[in-house]
């Protein structure tokens, strides 16, 4: 059954002419699991017995037979059962309790300030309109004039020009964070190391990864999605979002 977040429409009137039916449904999770279990001949035998289109695209079929994790089984000796302490400290799992420690912005983060006057917002189209910087430019110059602390948020991060001005930017003292798709990442490192940094030695940059919702399958193998966000944000006052691709023979991504 469909939780509340995953319905679009939940508690609406069908009968309303705006009405959605909701977005999820079990078909799609039962083609997944034929996905991962029987592999691409098992998804399209579904399909075609359940009568349904092909909803998934050749990249997310890919990334998934790509990624799917087998569950670790261990044997562990049974043992004796340990009355715990009067203050919970021992034999308790609170599940309140984050097992890891969020990071923390060490770095430190600008103080909030009132923005005054009026919020602008520019679009930029890749190539470039007339008399209007590139989208890549426009990255360049936000992180060239930052003074305080650079965010950027990548799927894929490649491009060589933008990470020098970012490391340019921490040699000046700028806090910059990076955070980057948990799968993509070993792409950042192979470029660092094409450029000869070692990131350990930048003081002023923290480089962190993350990964999307992890999807468990009712045979206990798993995948985890992907984080496709792209955004720069400079002193918390200007923030781009969106994408460009530059298409060099086998392709490179910004």
């Not at 305080?148 to 964070?177: C, E, G, K, W």
């Not at 094409?194 to 990964?211: A, E, G, P, Y």
Request: hydrophobic letters at 35%; glycine letters at 4%.
């Amino acid at each position: 059954m469909a939780h509340r977040s995953q319905c679009s429409s939940a508690g609406d009137d069908p009968m309303d002419p705006n009405y959605l039916p909701p977005h999820y449904r079990e078909e799609y999770r039962l083609a997944i699991d034929a996905l991962v279990e029987d592999d691409v001949e098992g998804y399209y035998e579904f399909l075609q017995h359940a009568d349904m289109v092909d909803f998934l695209s050749n990249q997310e079929i890919e990334h998934i037979r790509r990624t799917v994790q087998v569950p670790y089984q261990y044997s562990q000796p049974d043992l004796p059962y340990v009355q715990s302490v009067a203050d919970g400290s021992s034999d308790t799992y609170w599940p309140v309790h984050s097992d890891l420690d969020v990071p923390g912005l060490d770095l430190g983060w600008p103080q909030q300030h009132h923005v005054i006057g009026p919020t602008e917002v520019t679009t930029l189209v890749n190539p470039s309109e007339t008399d209007m910087p590139s989208i890549k430019e426009q990255a360049r110059r936000l992180i060239k004039n930052a003074q305080q602390v650079i965010a950027v948020v990548m799927d894929i991060f490649t491009d060589v020009d933008i990470f020098s001005d970012i490391l340019d930017a921490a040699m000046r003292h700028v806090a910059v964070y990076i955070i980057l798709d948990e799968h993509n990442s070993h792409d950042f490192v192979s470029m660092a190391s094409n450029c000869r940094v070692n990131l350990k030695n930048i003081d002023c940059m923290r480089v962190r990864t993350v990964s999307g919702v992890t999807y468990r399958c009712r045979s206990g193998k798993s995948f985890k999605g992907q984080m496709m966000d792209r955004f720069l944000l400079t002193d918390c006052r200007a923030v781009l979002s969106g994408n460009y691709r530059c298409r060099l023979n086998q392709g490179t991504e910004g």
